[in-house]
T-cell receptor, first 112, second 117 residues
């Protein structure tokens, strides 16, 4: 039931690009992306809504394929500050109620 | 307050004892969520409230876990007769809308790290 993220972990050099994927087995109402640094709380990055609307970060983009129940987060020209664990948060209808469930996580390390 | 506040920051307890974890959401936020997070894993849903009403408690592991938000603001997650497997980071989050499915982002607290000896 938990959305599956891929890859599980990725290491980049500063300036390189990365793509993080989130795949759900349920129809999604929306997808949110969060970044969590070690020892800290998750911080909101972006929300993607059905119909293509996006709200969020200036330097990070994402896509939402409603039919495939998938979302991808695109990190371009990565910076050291991008290091952390990325989670997708999905809103989906389950047993008659909407649930807000987080994915398995992707650990990202950006090296100088 | 400026953010979501949780207390205590750390809680060490002996097996069999009851613990109460407190969450003070951002003022005016309607929804309040409780999650449990193991190291390196995504937050695991426990329960959530809209105002004082508990909308979904399907994520609570068993009947030793309960939560309340009596006045629609501060919430308490109580674990009775704690067991070692209850050890984890417990996080609270709040959002402005009556969630989920409101397109509102979650604001997380710093969490309570519970250790059951």
């Amino acid at each position: 039931q938990q959305p599956v993220q891929s890859p599980q972990a990725v290491i980049l050099r500063e300036g390189e690009d990365a793509v993080i994927n989130c795949s759900s087995s349920k129809a999604l109402y929306s997808v949110h992306w969060y970044r969590q640094k070690h020892g800290e709380a998750p911080v909101f990055l972006m929300i993607l809504l059905k119909g293509g609307e996006q709200k969020g970060h200036e330097k990070i983009s994402a896509s939402f394929n409603e039919k495939k129940q998938q979302s991808s987060l695109y990190l371009t020209a990565s910076q050291l500050s991008y290091s952390g664990t990325y989670f997708c948060g999905t809103e989906s209808l389950t047993s008659g109620t909407y649930k807000y469930i987080f994915g398995t996580g992707t650990r990202l390390k950006v090296l100088a | 307050g400026a953010g979501v506040s949780q207390s205590p920051r750390y809680k060490v307890t002996k097996r069999g004892q009851d613990v109460a974890l407190r969450c003070d959401p951002i003022s005016g936020h309607v929804s309040l969520y409780w999650y449990r997070q193991a190291l390196g894993q995504g937050p695991e849903f426990l329960t959530y409230f809209n105002y004082e009403a508990q909308q979904d408690k399907s994520g609570l592991p068993n009947d030793r876990f309960s939560a309340e938000r009596p006045e629609g603001s501060i919430s308490t997650l109580t674990i009775q007769r704690t067991e070692q497997r209850d050890s984890a980071m417990y996080r609270c989050a709040s959002s402005l809308g009556r969630g989920p499915a409101t397109n509102e982002k979650l604001f997380f607290g710093s969490g309570t790290q519970l250790s059951v000896l």
